[in-house]
């Protein structure tokens, strides 16, 4: 369903959960409006955020709205990881695709300006499992941050 917005709530090991706030771009631009401040409104009032997994497909160039969200978590200093996704796919060079470590290159690049630090970020891909062993090390690293904390 193009239209539909979603959020799952998974459980982890001992409690803890992971949220995923899934937005489609086929949306009416209505409900993304209104989707992106529910949005904003949860990162900004969520005490308990340990962080935000931005979910960025490497496959094309940087997207508008990416780079706005990232730039804004950056200046709201919300914690985020950069999830960098299908980076199995090779856009073919005569056409002028890049490959997906030049599109995380370019990304990183163009929001560093936004950041103290640059954010941990991850290749990853379905396909493959690439990324699959970090983002659960990621992932229990930041338990293990929130647990201390």
Same mark, same amino acid.
């Given at each position: 369903?193009?239209?539909?917005?979603?959020?799952? %709530? @998974?459980?982890? /090991?001992?409690?803890?959960?992971?949220?995923?706030?899934?937005?489609?771009?086929?949306?009416? %631009?209505?409900?993304?409006?209104?989707? /992106? *401040?529910?949005? *904003?409104?949860?990162?900004?009032?969520?005490?308990?955020?340990?962080?935000?997994?931005?979910?960025?497909?490497?496959?094309?160039?940087? *997207?508008?709205?990416?780079?706005?969200?990232?730039?804004?978590?950056?200046?709201?200093?919300?914690?985020? @990881?950069?999830?960098?996704?299908?980076?199995? *796919?090779?856009?073919?060079?005569? @056409?002028?695709?890049?490959? !997906?470590?030049? /599109?995380?290159?370019?990304?990183?690049?163009?929001?560093?300006?936004?950041?103290?630090?640059?954010? !941990?970020?991850?290749?990853?891909?379905?396909? @493959?499992?690439?990324?699959?062993?970090?983002?659960?090390? %990621?992932?229990?690293?930041?338990? /293990?941050?929130?647990?201390? %904390?």
């Amino acid at each position: 369903m193009a239209d539909s917005l979603i959020i799952v %709530h @998974t459980g982890l /090991n001992s409690g803890n959960q992971c949220i995923m706030l899934n937005r489609y771009a086929a949306a009416p %631009h209505e409900v993304r409006i209104d989707w /992106n *401040k529910f949005t *904003k409104d949860y990162f900004l009032n969520r005490s308990t955020l340990v962080s935000v997994f931005l979910l960025i497909d490497a496959s094309i160039p940087a *997207k508008k709205i990416d780079l706005e969200y990232a730039s804004w978590l950056g200046e709201n200093q919300i914690p985020m @990881t950069l999830i960098f996704t299908k980076c199995d *796919k090779r856009k073919k060079k005569k @056409t002028g695709g890049k490959r !997906p470590e030049e /599109n995380v290159q370019d990304f990183q690049e163009l929001i560093r300006e936004f950041f103290q630090a640059a954010p !941990p970020w991850i290749m990853t891909s379905s396909v @493959t499992n690439l990324g699959r062993d970090e983002m659960l090390l %990621h992932m229990a690293q930041l338990r /293990n941050y929130w647990l201390k %904390h």
